[in-house]
Nanobody
Framework: QVQLVESGGGLVQAGGSLRLSCAAS????????MRWYRQAPGKQRDLVAA???????NYADSVKGRFAIARDNAKKTVYLQMDSLEPEDTAVYFC???????????????WGQGTQVTVSS
């Protein structure tokens, strides 16, 4: 069983910063791409940032220059540094990871439970 646990969400004023973390645990052989998504009330879940196993990154246009994704493979953890936060960034943030479990040959997507980020104006 693989688990992803997010942390670091909270309430912050516009212009402030937060750092989200997402730690994977379980019988993991390999982690490929790791991603952050967000979902605001009444809206679809959108990709915010992604990082490959090799460290290549990509971002949604709305967060470029403000957010930074990084990973620590030894800790099986992905981070999302969020600066210059805006009220429009308010959402539940979810992480996902492409994981190969021990005893399996194919990779599967796993998701965390989400962490709330609220940005006040």
């Amino acid at each position: 069983q693989v688990q992803l646990v997010e942390s670091g969400g909270g309430l912050v004023q516009a212009g402030g910063s937060l750092r989200l973390s997402c730690a994977a645990s379980g019988s993991i052989v390999n982690i490929g791409a790791m991603r952050w998504y967000r979902q605001a009330p009444g809206k679809q879940r959108d990709l915010v940032a992604a990082i490959t196993g090799g460290g290549s990154t990509n971002y949604a246009d709305s967060v470029k220059g403000r957010f930074a994704i990084a990973r620590d493979n030894a800790k099986k953890t992905v981070y999302l540094q969020m600066d210059s936060l805006e009220p429009e960034d308010t959402a539940v943030y979810f992480c996902s990871a492409v994981v190969v479990q021990s005893g399996q040959v194919t990779a599967h997507d796993y998701w965390g439970q989400g962490t709330q980020v609220t940005v006040s104006s």
